[in-house]
């Protein structure tokens, strides 16, 4: 395709945006970079990000980009993206201002995808309700706890979720909690679904003993992980052959400190990849995490799988 054709097309696809963002009545920016959106404070530009205010207007958002042929992609908080350095021609869909309000109804719980999962845990634990008061330490959205089944300790959300609202066909669709497959930090919603919201069926308890176990459970955290730092968590999911943790492999290769230009694993906990400084790349964080992997598969015959979403410029 020839670079003329390629710039019309872009004008094209942005006329297109613009006419779709002022119909539909929805924020849509541009010059923002993942370096800003993400918790690893790294990622390069973004041509536009689009921010639903609720969940009737993401379903429609969606739908008038899929119709347009226009590639999207959802963000919460951007706490288990890494996104390339590169120019990401895509639309990314914020879903950060999709908040609403949480609905209680007896033990059920009613929260939109952008709703932040540490305030929502905070909100049913004070109304005694338990069964997520040992996520409260996570940070980021409740949709993107929900597409990757966040979990910690004793609790993982898709064990109370009762209903997922997703987008289809421009509408938004219930479906039940329970035929979704929740794993080890993964499910079996499709990719280009859009998760909108969710209704949670929670267990009624004291609000004091809820409160504190969620305190115990943040306490926990801090004393193992790093905190106030830049990082999206665990960069690897724990493999399935071995009894050891990923952070105690890669701690038993010495690797903790182990620094390439702007990213580090963690001192505290090696499973971490933190980046630092103003000029901070995703290449650095991405070239420190495959020598990880390639160590671990040399040195134990293990394969690391990512549990942090590798974001490509050149992809969808
Ligand atoms: C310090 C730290 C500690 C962490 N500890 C834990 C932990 O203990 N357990 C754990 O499970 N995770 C942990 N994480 C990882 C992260 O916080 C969780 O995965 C969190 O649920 C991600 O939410 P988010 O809103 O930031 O999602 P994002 O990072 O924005 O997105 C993650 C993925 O979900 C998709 N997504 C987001 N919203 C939607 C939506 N509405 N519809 C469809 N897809 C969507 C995105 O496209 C992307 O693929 C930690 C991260 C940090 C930085």
């Not at 690893?40 to 205010?53: A, E, F, K, T, Y």
């Not at 499709?190 to 943040?218: H, N």
């Not at 010495?254 to 505290?268: D, E, L, N, Y």
């Amino acid at each position: 395709m020839s670079e003329a054709t390629d710039e019309s097309q872009i004008r094209q696809r942005d006329v297109a945006i613009d006419e779709i963002a002022a119909r539909l009545g929805v924020r849509a920016e541009r010059g923002r970079r993942f370096a800003e959106l993400t918790s690893l404070r790294v990622g390069g530009s973004i041509d536009w990000v689009i921010s639903p205010q609720n969940e009737g207007q993401a379903a429609a958002v969606v739908h008038a980009l899929e119709e347009a042929g226009i590639g999207w992609r959802p963000l919460g908080s951007g706490s288990n993206v890494l996104a390339d350095d590169g120019e990401h021609h895509y639309v990314v869909l914020s879903l950060k201002d999709l908040k609403g309000e949480v609905r209680f109804d007896g033990d059920l719980v009613q929260v939109s995808a952008g709703y932040s999962l540490p305030r929502l845990c905070v909100d049913v634990g004070r109304q005694g309700l338990s069964g997520i008061e040992d996520l409260g330490g996570i940070p980021g959205t409740v949709g993107g706890a929900l597409w990757m089944n966040a979990g910690a300790y004793e609790h993982e959300i898709g064990k109370v979720t009762e209903i997922v609202r997703v987008a289809r066909g421009g509408q938004v669709v219930e479906i039940p909690g329970s035929t979704v497959q929740w794993n080890y930090r993964h499910t079996s919603f499709a990719e280009g679904e859009l998760l909108l919201g969710a209704t949670l069926r929670l267990q009624p308890d004291d609000p004091e003993k809820i409160l504190a176990r969620m305190e115990a459970a943040k306490s926990r955290r801090m004393s193992t992980q790093p905190h106030g730092g830049r990082s999206a968590g665990c960069f690897f999911k724990n493999p399935p052959e071995s009894i050891v943790g990923t952070g105690k492999i890669i701690d038993e290769m010495g690797m903790k400190g182990v620094r390439r230009g702007t990213a580090v694993v963690s001192p505290i906990h090696a499973n971490f990849i933190v980046t630092e400084g103003e000029n901070a790349r995703a290449e650095d964080a991405l070239a420190l995490a495959e020598e990880i992997r390639e160590r671990v598969k040399r040195e134990h015959g293990i394969e690391l799988e990512y549990e942090v979403e590798l974001w490509r410029a050149n992809e969808p």
